[in-house]
């Protein structure tokens, strides 16, 4: 029976539902992040909401705090779902290095590439963003060559867009897909501590008008209240200073990754457009759609292509891990599979990655399908592969 892509997956993800909800491997600590924020609602719902419902002149403003304090957790819990249950902006993985970059000469690149005897391509290249170059890297384990901004999170050991950082509070990368989710979950967290701190407070003000003329009474009165006001208080500091942060790194268009790695190097950043076209890059531009069909089936050969010629094939074991006998042995060139493009703009390296999927054409071709030979110095393409490299049926 045919699998599905996100049951053959070779991220550490994990998938729930179905393949509909991707997290990264540390997902669980989202329920440490999700009890952070559900129990102290609680308790301020039961200990100090439900005490203030009766206490103004219009009757229902009582009511409106429980309500918007329900309603705001739930807003911001599903903000926490959005950011940490999709797809950040992955970049599919390719079957086989990109041929388009091979050349064929013996001697080492001057980029510092690395070689076979036959076979060497470069481990970088520039592309030109904004009018000024970018170098982009190939990485070993995806088989591409990254776009602008794209990192390899080792964590969840897939190349993500715009990678921002690997968040351990959501247990997902945070990167192009959802990064907008995490800074309104962030700053919504901020409003949350501020709103739970200043009804605590309103609390507090409202026993001392009644029987405890002094502070102290009135929180002893009420230790809840004294307890949601010191760990909001200090939550405030996390997350109010998380999305100081996130404010300005938006402002500058730079990701947390940019700015700890090239802080250092004064660089200048060609993403800069201007404070508001900044802002409305990351607020108001589409959701790019994910690269990947998860859900999509894989089209599973057992058997091998047949084997033309005198040389033994070598094979390729489907379960290796080993990026680099990739380079050397992944013997495959489809000419249809790789477009990775030589064209020197970022749109167009994007759109060419984007566009190797929507055509179909997808490296869930199983690598021991990827049998190939090498003769005389030239790289074949087994007419059996081009052909089994199906379109994704379903999703
Ligand atoms: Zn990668
Ligand atoms: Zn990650």
């Not at 501020?194 to 003000?205: G, N």
């Not at 749109?347 to 690598?367: I, K």
Request: hydrophobic fraction near 35%.
């Amino acid at each position: 029976m045919a699998k599905r892509v996100y049951e053959v997956w070779k991220g550490n993800n994990v998938f729930i539902c179905g393949g509909r909800l991707i997290f990264g491997p540390d997902a669980r600590s989202l329920l440490i992040t999700i009890s952070l924020i559900v129990v102290p609602i609680v308790i301020f719902c039961v200990f100090v909401a439900r005490h203030l419902l009766h206490r103004f002149s219009q009757h229902n403003a009582g009511y409106a705090i429980l309500v918007v304090t329900i309603a705001f957790t739930i807003y911001v819990l599903l903000l926490l779902l959005l950011t940490s249950a999709r797809d950040p902006g992955i970049i599919p993985r390719a079957s086989h290095p990109p041929e388009e970059e091979f050349s064929y000469e013996t001697s080492a690149p001057s980029g510092g590439g690395r070689h076979t005897p036959s076979l060497q391509f470069p481990r970088t290249k520039d592309v030109m963003v904004h009018g000024m170059p970018v170098k982009v890297k190939y990485c070993d384990t995806c088989m591409v060559y990254r776009p602008p901004r794209c990192s390899h999170c080792s964590i969840c050991n897939n190349c993500v867009e715009r990678f921002d950082h690997h968040c351990p509070w959501v247990g997902q990368c945070v990167g192009l897909r959802n990064y907008r989710f995490f800074f309104f979950f962030v700053s919504s967290s901020t409003l949350l501590c501020i709103f739970v701190f200043s009804m605590c407070a309103l609390y507090i003000k409202f026993l001392m008008n009644d029987d405890y003329p002094t502070v102290w009474k009135a929180m002893k009165h009420s230790p809840a209240s004294v307890v949601l006001m010191i760990y909001c208080f200090i939550s405030l500091w996390f997350v109010g200073g998380l999305t100081g942060f996130h404010l300005y790194l938006i402002g500058n268009n730079q990701t947390t990754y940019e700015n700890f790695r090239y802080r250092a190097d004064n660089r200048p950043n060609v993403y800069d457009q201007g404070c508001v076209n900044n802002f409305l890059e990351v607020f108001c531009t589409r959701v790019k759609p994910s690269k990947n069909k998860f859900r999509a089936y894989v089209s599973e050969e057992n058997s091998r292509p047949p084997i033309i010629g005198s040389r033994e094939p070598e094979p390729e074991p489907e379960s290796t891990s080993e990026p680099r006998s990739k380079v050397e042995d992944d013997l495959e060139i489809g000419g249809e599979l790789l477009k990775i493009s030589r064209r020197r703009t970022s749109g167009e390296v994007d759109e060419e990655l984007g566009g190797r999927n929507s055509t179909g054409m997808h490296s869930v071709v199983s690598e021991s399908e990827l049998v190939s030979r090498r003769r005389s110095g030239t790289w074949e393409i087994s007419q059996d592969i081009v052909g089994k490299t199906q379109p994704f049926t379903g999703a």
